[in-house]
């Protein structure tokens, strides 16, 4: 268990929909991290937020938001779902922003667009 | 642009032989590199890292290389078992942190 949670499990929505995905990182981490894994693909870096505050955006689409709230938790918001936004959704989090520190990643949250 | 590769989709390997998985990298300034391993229906787990100012970092049966003139990192695992089979990925960052890049695995099955 690496102490990184993510809810729901699976979820399955129709194209158009908004949905929120929600990560709590491991207690004491600072840092979260949200990654896409599509079909036959690796881990696509969406972005990263550190005590609250974005610190890196990667190839993340501009109908995708997120955010950390005081608590530490994440919620990656997708609106107007496509079929393509279909894939595997992986928080982490890691102790702190710089230096060595692996991340820890929760078991990921599977979005299904039909 | 994939800034950290690796070429072998797949490896199989008998029950106590060593299994070595391959990445290369391309980013001069990645100074953090690691290893993980993932089943399926959950997330990656990381396995060892390895500082630049290393070239070598040894963990029970995993052993993890880094050749910072060639850009490669190796993962080598000794003896082999099938509890190893899963998709293992290699990751680097930079001294900031502020952003991991995985390359797109490399799926082990060890035969029993």
């Known amino acids: 268990d690496s102490g990184v949670t993510q809810t729901p499990k699976h979820l399955i929505t129709a194209t158009g929909q908004r949905v929120t995905l929600r990560c709590s990182p491991r207690?004491?981490?600072?840092?979260v991290y949200w990654y896409q894994q599509s079909l036959d693909q690796g881990l696509q870096f969406l972005i990263q937020?550190?005590?609250?505050?974005?610190?890196a955006k990667g190839n993340i689409l501009e109908r995708f938001s997120a955010q950390q709230f005081p608590d530490l938790h994440s919620e990656l918001n997708l609106s107007s779902l496509e079929l393509g936004d279909s894939a595997l959704y992986f928080c982490?989090?890691?102790?702190?922003?710089?230096?060595?520190?692996?991340?820890?990643f929760g078991n990921g949250t599977r979005l299904t667009v039909t | 642009d994939q800034q950290v590769k690796q070429n072998s989709p797949s490896l199989s390997v008998q029950e106590g032989r060593i299994s070595i998985l391959n990445c290369d990298y391309t980013?001069?300034?990645?100074?953090?590199f690691l290893w993980y391993k993932k089943y399926p229906a959950e997330g990656p787990t990381f396995l060892i890292s390895?500082?630049?100012?290393?070239d070598k970092n040894e963990d029970g049966r995993f052993t993890v290389f880094l050749n910072k003139s060639a850009k490669h990192l190796s993962l080598h695992i000794v003896p082999s078992q099938p509890g190893d089979s899963a998709v293992y990925f290699c990751?680097?960052?930079?001294?900031?942190?502020?952003?991991?890049?995985f390359g797109t695995g490399t799926s082990l099955t060890v035969i029993p």
């Open positions: 982490a989090s890691n102790s702190y922003m710089g230096g060595n520190s692996p991340l820890h």
């Open positions: 990751a680097a960052s930079d001294l900031i942190g502020n952003q991991f890049y």
């Open positions: 207690s004491g981490d600072l840092s």
């Open positions: 937020y550190y005590n609250g505050e974005e610190r």
């Open positions: 390895i500082s630049s100012i290393k």
């Open positions: 980013n001069s300034m990645f100074d953090y």
